[in-house]
């Protein structure tokens, strides 16, 4: 089945998103290999020490956009960039007690993990879309209040939180109306509004 204009944009934004991703990804193990050659015998420290500010560098870059660019997708586990920023050099990580780095490998596998599921959710959505279904597509514009984006129907945040309020609002009603459970004579007796209290 040929794809129409609208149903492209999105397979070509999920291929955009989907490449992020997986660059993020590899550099994501790129750290973890230069962490973990560190300690072997014979490596050159300070080429090691120099590969590692580098990608630091560039996963701090390449976060910020795939946070941004992902938008409602986007569910890299929290402590993500702490691990990065956390690790100030190579030598003063392998300073650290046994128990610190192990604590840091940890991390590490569980951000991976994450990255790896936020990978399994784009592709899916991709192949989806290739397919001619129908896929959301959230944005930073939708979310901000911006423009429209390249899947369904957005609602601001303002728009959800009045129209939240206005639900609440008319139960409330209901239940004080129709006396459900008799709170609707509690709240009128308490406002002075139910029957009167004789002399």
Request: no cysteine; aromatic share 8%; charged share 20%.
């Amino acid at each position: 089945m040929a794809l129409n204009k609208k149903q492209l944009k999105i397979v070509e934004q999920l291929e955009r998103r989907t490449e992020l991703t997986r660059e993020f990804m590899n550099d994501w193990l790129l750290f973890n290999q230069v962490l973990t050659s560190y300690p072997n015998p014979g490596v050159n420290k300070a080429q090691l020490e120099q590969q590692f500010l580098k990608i630091k560098s560039k996963l701090a870059r390449e976060h910020r956009v795939l946070k941004d660019t992902l938008a409602n997708d986007y569910t890299l586990d929290g402590n993500t960039m702490n691990i990065v920023s956390g690790a100030t050099s190579l030598e003063a990580i392998y300073a650290q007690s046994e128990v610190a780095l192990k604590k840091l490998q940890t991390e590490w596998h569980r951000a991976f993990i994450s990255i790896n599921e936020t990978l399994g959710v784009i592709e899916d959505k991709k192949s989806r879309a290739e397919r001619g279904e129908r896929v959301f597509l959230a944005t930073n514009d939708m979310m901000g209040g911006g423009g429209g984006g390249g899947g369904g129907g957005g609602m601001s945040s303002n728009t959800k939180t009045f129209l939240i309020i206005g639900a609440v609002i008319a139960a409330l009603a209901i239940v004080i109306f129709f006396d459900i459970g008799g709170i609707g004579t509690m709240y009128k007796s308490a406002l002075g509004m139910g029957t009167t209290i004789p002399r």
